[in-house]
């Protein structure tokens, strides 16, 4: 067992499972101040336009995608990241082989401390 405070991407215990979108799941680690979301997108996956006033954090730990945020779309491999302002529009795309991305929202999203499904957007 984990002493508190310490998680692993590949194992979920201690937080909280989001359906997102067909083909995009996320578990959800909420601390005071922000939040960690370990996204994966199946192959092909694409998520919808969105915004938040969260600010955002993305880093790309494996696959490969295309990130849309403010109109621009940018190819992401490993070892990317990125930074999305708070009510930015903003969505990702998977490639042929899936992603994997760390997402850091400050501060956490209220929507996101719950089990459920979608992105829970205005």
């Not at 996956?45 to 969260?54: D, F, I, K, N």
């Not at 954090?57 to 070892?79: A, L, N, T």
């Not at 903003?90 to 501060?107: C, K, Q, R, Y």
Request: net charge negative; charged share 20%; aromatic share 10%.
């Amino acid at each position: 067992m984990r002493p508190e405070n310490f998680f692993s991407i590949e194992d979920a215990t201690g937080g909280t499972p989001r359906q997102l979108a067909p083909g995009i799941t996320t578990t959800i680690y909420t601390g005071d101040h922000a939040m960690v979301s370990i996204v994966r997108f199946e192959p092909g996956a694409r998520g919808v336009l969105h915004h938040h006033p969260e600010e955002q954090w993305g880093y790309c730990i494996g696959g490969s995608g295309v990130r849309i945020q403010d109109g621009e779309e940018v190819p992401i491999k490993p070892g990317d990241f990125w930074r999305t302002p708070g009510d930015m529009p903003h969505t990702m795309a998977a490639g042929p082989e899936g992603l994997t991305v760390m997402d850091v929202f400050a501060p956490p999203r209220a929507a996101y401390n719950r089990p459920g499904s979608g992105f829970a957007a205005d």
